[in-house]
């Protein structure tokens, strides 16, 4: 039921995020719901190797390249998903802030009991 409540959540916040940043476009809740899986798997198992192997340009900016490596793994999330597409870097960066801050306050919520 918690994996079922991330999706969900994270699929609503791709949804609010598509009204609010213009350069990001989602077909309806179904694709939404993929771009959710898709993320999530990626941030699990590509993310920590990124962190990793990019660790001294992490520190060398204070962990703001953190940003960089979330705005990329949005935008290729978006590149291999039909009905999922974000225009620029400056969208995918805005909206990967936006989801991260969205799932952070929401998972407060939906805690693993």
């Known amino acids: ?4 409540s991330k999706i969900l ?5 791709l949804l609010l995020v598509e009204k609010v940043v213009s350069g990001v476009s989602i077909d309806g809740l179904y694709v939404a719901i ?4 898709v993320l999530g798997l990626l941030n699990a198992v590509v993310r ?16 703001l390249f953190i940003f960089i490596i979330n705005a990329g793994l949005f935008m290729f999330a978006a590149s291999f998903l039909d009905g999922f597409s974000v225009n620029s ?3 995918a960066l805005l909206a990967s802030i ?10 407060l919520f ?3 009991k």
């Open 1 to 4: 039921m918690y994996f079922i």
């Open 9 to 13: 959540l994270t699929a609503f916040l």
């Open 34 to 37: 993929i771009a959710a899986i």
């Open 48 to 63: 920590p190797v990124l962190v990793i192997l990019t660790l001294p340009i992490s520190i060398v900016t204070l962990g």
């Open 89 to 91: 870097f400056w969208s």
């Open 98 to 107: 936006m989801v991260s801050v969205g799932s952070t306050i929401g998972n």
């Open 110 to 112: 939906i805690r693993n």
